[in-house]
C-alpha cells in the first residue's frame, strides 16, 4: 500500500496544518486547519479533495477553520471525545485505541492529556506518522494548560514507545527556541548540540525542522528525557522521580 503523501501548510505566524492524502482513494485529511484559507489554496495547487479533518484538540488556532473547510468541502471533523463540545463541527468523537480511516490508511489514536484535558494524537503506523498536536514538540512539548505534570509525562512516555523511525509531525515551529532551552537543560549532550545546528541551518535556509523522527526526540528532548540518568545529573535533580523532574523542567521554560 502506498504510504501518506502529506503536505505542510504554513498557518498563522508559527503554526503547521498537515494535509494527509491517500492516494490510493483520493482521501485527503487535514491536520488541526487554524483557518480555512491556506488549507482551501494547498487543495487546490495539490488536486486534492478535502474529505476529513483531524483535531488533536480543541484550541483556537488548531480548530478556527472547521467550519468553512466543512461549509466548502463536505468533509467530516474527527476529534476528541471528551472535548467534543468545545470543537466545532465534530462528526466522529474519538479516544484511546479507536481507529480512524483516511480512504485505506488507518490511524490509531492515542489519548494524550496533559496540554489540555482531552488532547488526542493520530498513529498512522503504515507511514511511520504521528500527528501528535501540542502534546509533543520538536524538542519539546506542549504547556500544562488543563492537565497535571504525571498526566503529561504518561502521555509523553506513551508517544515515546512508538517505533523509533516514526515521523513526528507537531503543530508548531517552535524547534529552535525549543533547543536554546534543551541546551540550558543537558549542555554536555552530543545529540543536542548537532540537532541545534542542524536546526540553525534549516531555519537560515528557510526550511522546516519538522518532522523529526522519535530516535531524534529520544536522544535530544529533555522533556522525553526526564527518566534519563545523564539528564537527571546535569539538572541537578539526583534522587527525583520523573514526574518530579519532568515538573521542573517544564517550570524552567515556562519561565525561560
Known amino acids: 500500500m502506498p504510504s501518506l503523501e502529506i503536505q505542510h501548510v504554513p498557518i498563522l505566524s508559527d503554526n503547521y496544518a498537515y494535509l494527509a492524502h491517500d492516494p490510493g482513494t483520493g482521501a485527503t485529511a487535514a491536520v488541526d486547519p487554524a483557518v480555512a484559507g491556506p488549507v482551501l489554496a494547498a487543495l487546490d495547487r495539490l488536486g486534492w479533495k478535502l474529505t476529513h479533518i483531524l483535531n488533536t484538540h480543541h484550541h483556537d488556532d488548531h480548530v478556527g477553520g472547521n467550519m468553512e473547510l466543512k461549509r466548502a468541502t463536505g468533509c467530516k471533523i474527527v476529534g476528541s471525545r471528551a472535548e467534543a463540545s468545545s470543537t466545532p463541527g465534530v462528526d466522529v468523537e474519538v479516544g484511546e485505541g479507536d481507529l480512524v480511516a483516511i480512504g485505506g490508511q488507518t490511524a490509531r489514536v492515542f489519548s494524550v492529556p496533559g496540554h489540555t484535558c482531552g488532547h488526542v494524537a493520530y498513529w498512522f503506523e503504515d507511514s511511520q506518522a504521528l500527528f501528535c498536536g501540542d502534546a509533543l514538540f520538536s524538542l519539546g512539548c506542549g504547556r500544562l494548560f488543563e492537565g497535571t505534570a504525571e498526566q503529561m509525562w504518561s502521555s509523553l512516555n506513551k508517544l515515546r514507545a512508538l517505533p523509533d523511525g516514526t515521523l513526528v509531525y507537531c503543530a508548531h515551529e517552535y524547534t529552535s527556541a525549543n533547543a536554546d532551552f534543551a ?51 546535569a539538572t541537578g535533580l539526583a534522587g527525583k522521580d520523573a514526574v518530579s523532574v519532568f515538573a521542573e523542567i517544564r517550570r524552567r521554560k515556562d519561565s525561560f
Open 183 to 233: 541546551l540550558t537543560i543537558e549542555p554536555g549532550n552530543a545529540a543536542l548540540k548537532a540537532r541545534a545546528e542542524n536546526v540553525r541551518a534549516l531555519r537560515r535556509a528557510g526550511k522546516p525542522t519538522v518532522p523529526s523522527t522519535m530516535t531524534e526526540e529520544k536522544a535530544a528532548n529533555p522533556f522525553l528525557r526526564a527518566d534519563h540518568p545523564d539528564l537527571i545529573e
